[in-house]
């Protein structure tokens, strides 16, 4: 009885099922669970303190929502980050991709350096540039104010007008080289006869760009920018270690304003309906994401 | 002016330019550790760009006064079990994903790609409740089981990739002489694959020695604290030590970036394949 057991556990079939069991479990207990937990926190008024007494309360939190001033403040900086982030990123990525694209001296060692931020954890990043930001000291001022842009240094991360700029270098400083080297495996797969041929038809270097270049990264600039805006509404590090959401709520994005409302106001229930919402966006997101990479295919 | 001179000069002004734009990428780098280093107060406007002399004193003092020690071996225990845990699981996982084509595989590659999308803070919040319930909370191997979770979907995919590239035929030749399936892939499948291993490992190791969120939530205790919290403590009750911090930053780094560019081509062309293949 066991023996046949064993035999028909151990059945060739089956084996695939056996080695992902374990990726299975771990992803079910730690991102799974919790997410459907997530989802069902959104309907009660649970509070971190008393756990156990929430009750169910049905759509009340998103009522809340709608009218609450600081998750539509919340929205629109997420939308503002998102697409600012993404707009730095991807032109950092773009410029040094094609100053890479040609055969250069040191071309690995320059590459390297072009990757270094991405290596750096996101919280070394953040306390350099708060340093580098420093109201009083910070190199950032000296610079702006040696080249006239300032007449004297500012408080960047205090002056809610100036936090979001503040933040989104930072972000675009650790995040190009994701940019630049999907950009830089895109402008290789362009074939070198179509910008010969572009030459022939006397073609400048501007007109070679926008004839050539660009529809050649049609592609891969359909997923990049994707990619990015899809990252930048779920990051949480960087922001919160910069600004924790501040100042004035002027760098709240909803994953930000999730966590404050769960663990600084503890109201869990509110704080998972708030979270529900940034998945559904992802979601939306995710699936332009998927009909644009088959619209894409099917174009080439 | 021929057209010869021209097209030189050209390249001779695209290279500098490039060296002033790596140049100023690289500057926050220098300016962490010429911060760490410098003898005089950082205190000072204008700021001296070229340290005025040199000293090893803020790096000397945060080993014996701060609690720089404890954060790094928590931090190395914690990356290490991320690490061997992560990999672990994903050779597995990665495996079935190369080598199967069934329902499980399939519904299992589509749950990799939606992993994706998750909002971490949404997790967060429920995933504290279960910690706190489960006596997971505030302690080191917990956030460790977080940190692997978190990152193997991504592991998972990666040793699909390494998988792929050895050609089934080792397996078949393996089996025809005698070994178990199973056999075959542990014995002989793995050790080829070995650098996509290297990969995996490192890239985990990174990303638990990286990680802040899950451990500034998951963590309570001082004695516990990772790195990454440790490193946001740093302010004094008159003005934060900006030196000191530039050290710990430093020593923080250090570990992570030389993983880093240990693994970078690879990393790289594992990640970015993906997106330029559609």
Redesign the interface.
């Known amino acids: 009885m066991k023996r046949v057991l064993v035999r028909r556990l151990s059945h060739p079939e089956l084996l695939p099922l056996w080695l992902l069991t374990p990726a299975a479990i771990v992803m079910s207990v730690i991102l799974i669970w919790p997410i459907a937990q997530g989802i069902l926190l959104g309907f009660f008024n649970t509070r971190i303190l008393n756990y156990n007494a929430g009750r169910y309360i049905g759509l009340a939190n998103y009522e809340v929502l709608l009218s609450d001033p600081f998750f539509w403040n919340s929205l629109k900086v997420t939308v503002y980050y998102g697409i600012a982030s993404m707009s730095c990123t991807y032109a950092l990525g773009l410029s040094f991709a094609l100053l890479l694209n040609r055969s250069l001296p040191l071309r690995g060692m320059i590459r390297t350096i072009f990757i270094l931020p991405w290596a750096v954890p996101e919280v070394v990043a953040v306390l350099i540039f708060i340093w580098m930001l420093d109201a009083q000291y910070g190199v950032i001022n000296y610079f702006f104010v040696e080249a006239g842009f300032l007449d004297a240094p500012v408080a960047w991360l205090a002056r809610a007008d100036l936090a979001m700029p503040a933040l989104v270098l930072i972000t675009s400083w650790h995040q190009f080289p994701l940019a630049l080297l999907i950009l830089l495996a895109g402008l290789q797969t362009i074939p070198r006869e179509e910008y010969e041929a572009a030459m022939v038809d006397g073609a400048g270097a501007l007109s070679r760009f926008i004839h050539v270049t660009l529809p050649g990264l049609r592609a891969v600039n359909v997923i990049l920018i994707l990619i990015l805006i899809l990252n930048s509404f779920r990051r949480v590090t960087m922001i919160y270690a910069m600004t924790g959401g501040g100042p004035a709520r002027a760098t709240e994005t909803l994953s930000i304003l999730t966590y404050n409302t769960a663990f600084t106001y503890q109201k869990i229930g509110y704080a998972a309906a708030i979270g529900t919402v940034l998945l559904l966006i992802l979601l939306a997101f995710s699936l332009v994401y998927f009909f644009a990479i088959i619209h894409v295919r099917r174009d080439a | 002016m021929n057209p010869r001179t021209t097209s030189i000069l050209a ?1 001779a002004g ?2 500098v ?3 002033a ?2 140049g100023i ?2 500057f ?2 220098y ?2 550790i010429v ?1 760490s280093l410098e003898a005089a107060s ?6 001296r ?1 070229v340290p005025s002399s040199v000293t090893l004193e803020a790096y000397v003092r945060i080993f014996t006064e701060r609690d720089v020690f404890t954060w790094f071996k928590n931090t190395a225990f914690v990356a290490s079990s991320t690490s061997v845990f992560c990999t ?3 050779i ?2 990665g ?3 190369s ?2 084509r ?1 329902h ?2 399939t519904g ?1 590659s589509i ?1 990799i790609l ?17 910690f706190r319930q489960t006596g997971l909370y505030n302690s080191l191997i917990g956030l460790a ?2 940190d ?3 990152v ?2 991504l592991a ?1 995919w990666l040793m699909k990739g390494f998988f792929d590239r050895i050609p089934v035929e080792v397996e078949e030749q393996a089996m025809v002489d005698g070994c178990t ?2 056999g075959a892939f542990y014995r002989i499948v793995l050790p080829l694959a070995l650098p996509g291993l290297v990969v995996v490992v490192a890239m985990s190791f990174i990303t638990g ?2 990680e ?2 899950l451990a ?2 998951l963590i309570s205790s001082q004695g516990n604290w990772v790195f ?1 919290v440790g ?2 403590s740093f302010e004094t009750q008159y003005a934060i030590a ?1 030196d000191e ?2 050290a710990a ?1 430093v020593v ?2 250090l570990p ?2 030389l993983f ?2 240990f693994v ?1 081509r690879y990393l ?1 062309s594992g ?3 993906g ?2 293949k ?1």
């Open positions: 390249s695209l290279f330019l490039t060296l734009c790596a990428v690289f926050p780098y300016w962490m911060s950082l205190f000072e406007w204008p700021p760009l672990l699981v994903a597995n996982g495996y079935a994903l080598r199967f069934t499980a595989t299992f749950f939606f992993s994706q999308l998750l909002p971490a803070t949404l997790i967060v919040v429920p995933l504290y409740v279960i089981i977080a692997a979770a978190f193997l979907p998972t399936r199973i020695w990286d802040f969120f500034r939530t990454s490193l946001t900006w911090m530039m930053a923080f780094a992570a970036v880093f560019l970078q790289v990640l970015t394949s997106a330029v559609g």
